[in-house]
């Protein structure tokens, strides 16, 4: 089974996929990860991202500078849907190749594809299920402000970029609801898996 786990920036999709992966031996794919391992010299994209974007991008060592691209991404939305055209598609690439190496060595892995662009990539294909991750706007800022530092404005520019409550819910099979703890969100898994 192919599960696609979404939800916006801060809703906790790592929890559950901590969940997924321990108490069910879960793959777990995440497609952020794998857009930074091919972001890296000598990977699929990286030297379409220096072409665009320029050298000062580039740490002293000639890797990509996530954090120095996020400034030069967020907030312009040219930028944004610039690097999304480069990346995603590989990213994806990437995704499906792993699946089928994992399905080939086991055909009832569970296998958990998390993105929060998961909607847009057209992962929907891919998988057999897609689940969104909620939690009520608030939280999801304070704990972006608490866990990574972010200010409003950022917080903002991400979330700008991203789909809304209502096209989540419509777009996937299962709502989580993270506004609670660790045992209701297990809870929530278990029930579901069982069905």
Excluded at 113 to 120: Q, T
Excluded at 125 to 133: A, R, S
């Amino acid at each position: 089974m192919i599960i696609g786990l979404t939800g916006a920036v801060g809703a906790g999709k790592s929890t559950i996929l901590n969940i997924l992966k321990e108490k069910y031996n879960a793959h777990i794919i995440e497609a952020d990860k794998v857009g930074h391992l091919l972001m890296k010299k000598g990977e699929s994209v990286y030297e379409e991202i220096i072409k665009y974007f320029g050298n000062e991008i580039l740490t002293r060592e000639g890797e990509i500078d996530r954090m120095a691209l996020g400034k030069i991404v967020f907030g312009n939305e040219e930028n944004r849907e610039k690097i999304n055209k480069i990346v995603h598609p590989e990213v994806k690439k990437y995704i499906e190749e792993k699946v089928k190496t994992i399905q080939e060595k086991n055909k009832e892995a569970l296998i958990v594809v998390e993105a929060a662009l998961l909607i847009e990539g057209g992962y929907k294909k891919l998988c057999d299920e897609m689940w969104y991750v909620y939690l009520e706007d608030s939280l999801r800022r304070q704990r972006l402000k608490e866990s990574r530092g972010y200010d409003d404005k950022k917080i903002d520019d991400i979330l700008s970029g991203q789909l809304s409550d209502a096209d989540f819910r419509e777009s996937c099979d299962f709502v989580i609801d993270n506004g609670s703890d660790i045992d209701n969100l297990t809870k929530q898994i278990d029930m579901k898996l069982k069905k």
